[in-house]
């Protein structure tokens, strides 16, 4: 190698050392992916919906997802979702299974590029509950069905979630003149019905909003449709829900399967006049949506099966599921 008088290397040895430092300096700084975790949604007892954001896809993604685990700091050596290839920025969603009922989980979206693993924020997040207990300390099983998580059997609480006592009202005529909260049990008979079929309510209960425990509510209509289409519609979804065989409800107890777990029994309906009627044949469940002034949406089946909207006057007592906040 020939070397001139000011002892500098010739250029054109010079170009390539310069150039080769620029790519590796640039690939540090410019060219690393860069992801957010985003928000965490469907929380059910044993799921749960992830979302993320990616910003700069740098030199190309290999691998991106979520990873979570019960422990802080979570990393792709723990449970994470593997979405493949990613040659553009934009959002992207996983799908965290084989979770524990109420039970804290740590997740952070990540990228690879390369050897290297950039991890967004880590957020937390409760999967729901496996049961819950009203403001008598009755427990009740919880089912999920699609994203809804509901109690498995009618309410029978005689105190609000704050403790304070729902008025018994017994008498037929008092029962009609209410336009307060009211409860019951069918045929005013404790002892032969509550344990089973659950208590009966007026809606001036339900509009409480003290009714159901913390953090549960009396679904709304349209919350019920939801549970009525991810059934399968109307026609089928009673089967469904409806506890199998005549033990609770008469025959014929039409296509009861109750593949759900709901568990729905016929607890009867206190009419608006205080009169009692339709044990074993009939259950009405109240949603929280009114239809009009003096009347509310609720719903019904039969022992010949289906689930039907109807609409009871605001001073019937019917029975009550409560669904997950």
Excluded at 52 to 81: A, E, Y
Excluded at 195 to 212: E, F, R
Excluded at 272 to 288: L, T
Excluded at 300 to 324: P, Q
């Amino acid at each position: 190698m020939t070397v001139n008088k000011n002892n500098k290397l010739p250029r054109h040895l010079l170009i390539p050392v310069i150039y080769m430092v620029i790519v590796t300096t640039c690939g540090k700084i410019e060219y690393m992916p860069k992801v957010l975790t985003g928000t965490i949604s469907s929380i059910t007892l044993e799921s749960a919906r992830a979302e993320g954001n990616l910003i700069d896809v740098g030199g190309g993604i290999h691998q991106h997802g979520h990873c979570w685990s019960t422990s802080p700091n979570t990393d792709v050596s723990d449970s994470k979702t593997s979405l493949g290839l990613k040659a553009s920025t934009g959002l992207f969603t996983s799908s965290l299974t084989g979770l524990h009922p109420e039970t804290k989980y740590y997740v952070r979206a990540y990228a690879q590029s390369g050897i290297e693993i950039i991890y967004g924020e880590e957020i937390s997040f409760t999967t729901g509950q496996s049961n819950v207990t009203d403001g008598d300390g009755i427990v009740y099983d919880v089912i999920q069905i699609g994203t809804q998580l509901w109690m498995k059997e009618n309410l029978k609480t005689t105190k609000f979630n704050d403790g304070t006592n729902i008025p018994l009202v017994t008498d037929n005529s008092d029962w009609s003149d209410l336009t307060t909260p009211g409860y019951c049990c069918y045929d005013n008979d404790d002892a032969t019905y509550k344990d089973m079929y659950g208590a009966l309510y007026n809606y001036y209960a339900v509009t409480s909003g003290k009714l159901c425990p913390a953090g549960w509510h009396v679904p709304t209509d349209y919350e019920w449709v939801i549970l009525t289409d991810y059934l399968g519609g109307e026609l089928v979804a009673g089967g469904k829900l409806k506890q199998s065989g005549t033990d609770y409800w008469n025959s014929p107890n039409y296509s009861a399967t109750n593949e759900t777990g709901f568990t729905a029994l016929p607890g009867g309906i206190r009419n608006n006049d205080g009169s009692f009627s339709e044990i074993k044949d009939h259950g009405y469940w109240w949603s929280h949506t009114e239809s009009s002034i003096i009347y509310a949406y609720c719903r019904e089946m039969n022992t010949y099966g289906g689930i039907h909207r109807y609409t009871k006057r605001i001073n019937c007592g019917l029975s009550v599921r409560c669904v997950r906040d």
